[in-house]
């Protein structure tokens, strides 16, 4: 893979808005993303330590469900590996129906993540908490209510650069300084967001910076600022504000219990969601408690509990 050496103003225009629900520019978003996936190789050397235990992604380039058939920006992530994930995938699809599975299933969506956001205005670098990302949001509102842990957060948002906000991501209204935040503040936010909340900052597409070397040292120090806020967010065994832990040692039991006598290839009946009554094949157990079961054309996860013999 090249180096990466810029974008151009073309980059930018991918993202106009007449383009974002048509394939016809399926192209010029792929040069972007083969431009994303060789900033992330260079941040990913430049950053061992922060990303240490991240995965990196990018959004997807066409328009497809995994983004409501409508690419306004394309987003360059590093969130928790795959081990990392396999160990909350099951808790966290039990908040979401399996319709809301297959309307929304970005991986970005379900985790807290540093990402480089390329849009028609300009790049975006910063920390992202969507809600869906309901375990790291939690976590974070319950430490919160502990004693002194909003001073902490406030000690960790006063050594933020200047340029670093905090607000609605896709809001067109005036973010807060970071260093000015409150925790308070903070909570009430993420509480009413409609979608997606960030800390992160903004070069303007005709920023020089972004048209070569200069983007990775810029994104460089936005994510060294946010590294340790990401870890103060995001659960972890070891930052565990609402016994997380413990739910997942009592689903891992049930669901070994539960495993019992089904293999792939088996029938079953699943008992909820928007397949429910419908009779199909096991294809995969993915992990404890999680079947992957073939209906007619479509594959669907379900839990172990939300399937009977037919």
């Given at each position: 893979m090249s180096e990466f050496e810029g974008f151009s103003a073309a980059d930018f225009a991918a993202f106009d808005e007449a383009k974002w629900s048509?394939?016809?520019f399926n192209r010029e978003r792929l040069e972007v993303k083969l431009k994303l996936q060789s900033l992330g190789k260079a941040l990913l050397l430049r950053l061992a330590a922060e990303l240490s235990g991240q995965e990196m992604g990018i959004t997807e380039e066409r328009p497809s469900v995994f983004n409501r058939q409508c690419v306004r920006d394309m987003t360059l992530f590093?969130?928790?590996?795959?081990?990392?994930r396999r160990v909350l995938d099951g808790i966290l699809d039990r908040r979401r129906?399996?319709?809301?599975?297959?309307?929304?299933?970005?991986l970005s969506h379900r985790h807290v993540y540093l990402g480089a956001r390329v849009f028609s205005g300009g790049l975006r670098g910063g920390l992202f908490l969507h809600r869906d990302a309901w375990a790291d949001i939690e976590n974070l509102q319950r430490r919160l209510k502990e004693l002194y842990e909003?001073?902490?957060l406030e000690a960790l948002l006063s050594n933020m650069p200047?340029?670093?906000?905090?607000?609605?991501?896709?809001?067109s209204g005036q973010p807060s300084p970071a260093r000015a935040v409150r925790a308070d503040a903070m909570t009430e936010l993420l509480r009413d967001a409609p979608e997606e909340v960030a800390f992160f900052s903004d070069l303007p597409a005709a920023d020089p910076r972004l048209c070569g070397p200069g983007a990775v040292e810029w994104l460089t120090g936005i994510f060294q600022s946010l590294a340790p806020l990401r870890a103060y967010i995001a659960w972890r065994r070891d930052n565990d504000f609402f016994a997380l832990a413990k739910t997942l040692q009592q689903e891992e039991k049930k669901a070994e219990l539960g495993f019992t006598g089904i293999k792939a290839g088996d029938s079953v009946r699943i008992k909820t969601g928007v397949a429910a009554g419908r009779v199909g094949r096991v294809e995969a157990l993915e992990r404890k408690g999680l079947l992957k079961v073939r209906v007619g054309q479509l594959v669907v996860a379900v839990q172990v509990e939300d399937v009977s013999r037919p």
């Open positions: 048509s394939h016809a590093f969130l928790r590996d795959e081990k990392a129906s399996i319709a809301e599975n297959l309307s929304d299933p970005a909003g001073d902490k200047e340029d670093i906000h905090f607000g609605h991501s896709g809001s």
